[in-house]
T-cell receptor, first 116, second 117 residues
Framework: DTEVTQTPKHLVMGMTNKKSLKCEQH?????MYWYKQKAKKPPELMFV???????INESVPSRFSPECPNSSLLNLHLHALQPEDSALYLC???????????????FGAGSRLTVL | AQSVTQLGSHVSVSEGALVLLRCNYS??????LFWYVQYPNQGLQLLLK??????LVKGINGFEAEFKKSETSFHLTKPSAHMSDAAEYFC???????????????FGAGTRLAVHP
C-alpha cells in the first residue's frame, strides 16, 4: 500500500459546527503532516507529527486541533472556523525514521473544505 | 536558509511541443530537489527527485530534470507535451529536521502549465 487516504473529499460546514478530517497511511511512515492550500498557491505547513508526537505547530489558530491516535492515523478537528479557512487540506506522510533530506513526502488527494 | 524560485507562473504550449518549466534554488548545503505535479482538485504527486549522483533525473510521464550546480537550477522538461500534462507544477527543496524527526519542504510558487491543441 503506497497511498495516503483522506476523508471526506468534500466538507461544507457552518461557523458553529464541529467536524473532523481524517488521514490514514499504511506505509510504516513515522512522520505525518497537515498542509493547507489556498487556490493558486503552494501548500502551507500546519502541523507535523513524528512518532505520534506533535513536532511542529506553525502558529495555527486553536480552532484547528490535530490528533495522532496511532502511527497510521492523523485527524484534524475543526471548530468555530471562519470563511477564510475554506481551502484544500492535504495530509502527507514520510519516513521520519530515516534521517535524510531525500525522504519523499507522499500526499493524499486532499479534503476540500468550505466554511459558510 | 533554503529557497526556491519558479520563473513563470503560467506557461502555455501547444500539444507536441517541448515543455520547459524553470526552477532555481538557493541552498548552503547540497540540496535535495523535487518536482511535484498537482492535477485539478487532487493532491500532489511526485514527478521526480534529485538526491546525489546522476544530474539528469528521469521521472514519470516522460518528464526529466537536470541538476546544474553552477546555475543553481533544476529545470523540468518533457520533449512532447500532451493534453493530459495540463496541471500545476511545484518545485521544492527538502531538508531533514533532526530536532523534529520530519522533512521540511520549501515549495516554489508553482507554475501552471496549459496545453492547447
Amino acid at each position: 500500500d503506497t497511498e495516503v487516504t483522506q476523508t471526506p473529499k468534500h466538507l461544507v460546514m457552518g461557523m458553529t459546527n464541529k467536524k473532523s478530517l481524517k488521514c490514514e497511511q499504511h506505509m510504516g511512515h513515522r512522520a505525518m503532516y497537515w498542509y493547507k492550500q489556498k487556490a493558486k498557491k503552494p501548500p502551507e505547513l500546519m502541523f507535523v507529527y513524528s512518532y505520534e508526537k506533535l513536532s511542529i505547530n506553525e502558529s495555527v489558530p486553536s480552532r484547528f486541533s490535530p490528533e495522532c491516535p496511532n502511527s497510521s492515523l492523523l485527524n484534524l478537528h475543526l471548530h468555530a472556523l471562519q470563511p477564510e479557512d475554506s481551502a484544500l487540506y492535504l495530509c502527507a506522510s514520510s519516513k521520519g525514521q530515516v534521517t535524510s533530506g531525500a525522504n519523499v513526502l507522499t500526499f493524499g488527494a486532499g479534503s476540500r473544505l468550505t466554511v459558510l | 536558509a533554503q529557497s526556491v524560485t519558479q520563473l513563470g507562473s503560467h506557461v502555455s504550449v501547444s500539444e507536441g511541443a517541448l515543455v520547459l518549466l524553470r526552477c532555481n534554488y538557493s541552498s548552503s548545503v547540497p540540496p535535495y530537489l523535487f518536482w511535484y505535479v498537482q492535477y485539478p482538485n487532487q493532491g500532489l504527486q511526485l514527478l521526480l527527485k534529485y538526491t546525489t549522483g546522476a544530474t539528469l533525473v528521469k521521472g514519470i510521464n516522460g518528464f526529466e530534470a537536470e541538476f546544474k550546480k553552477s546555475e543553481t537550477s533544476f529545470h523540468l522538461t518533457k520533449p512532447s507535451a500532451h493534453m493530459s500534462d495540463a496541471a500545476e507544477y511545484f518545485c521544492a527543496v527538502s531538508s531533514y529536521m533532526f530536532s523534529g524527526g520530519y522533512n521540511k519542504l520549501i515549495f516554489g510558487a508553482g507554475t501552471r502549465l496549459a496545453v492547447h491543441p
